[in-house]
């Protein structure tokens, strides 16, 4: 596929720093990726102070910034849970259908190596669902956040 070859050296990941915060809340706070992915945005504050002690001041978290041609696209990040390391993972809308997500996917998981690693994507969001199965996340149940049923992913 050559335009996969070409994403390739567009697609690459770097560290997130504060500087990138605002771009990820503008991020979260899309009505589409909200609608899609059941998370809803938070205030400004909450949002800030969760990303610079929970994500960025967090050593056991694992976070990873997304770029496409320079530009920040969004992010991967990998935590804990009790026992459980799970992963998400958030793209501006801009940057959807593109492969981008599949692309910086691979990546990650080269770089996050804990398994088994889960997600729990919201199960109306068939293509978050479909981009965690192709690169080997297989189903194991499903979970409730509030009323929303989520499907459960693992990659072993």
Known sequence: MADSAGMDELVRLRDVTEADLEVLLEQEHDPE???RSRFPAREREAFMRHWKTNILGDPAVFVRGVTVGG??????VAWWEGERRFIGYWFGRAFWGRGIGSRAM?????????RPLYADPFHGNTASVRLLEKHGFRREGTVHHGEDEHVLLVLR
């Open 71 to 76: 530009e920040l696209a969004g992010n991967l």
């Open 33 to 35: 990726a909200q609608r």
């Open 106 to 114: 691979e990546l990650f998981l080269g770089e996050e190596r804990v």
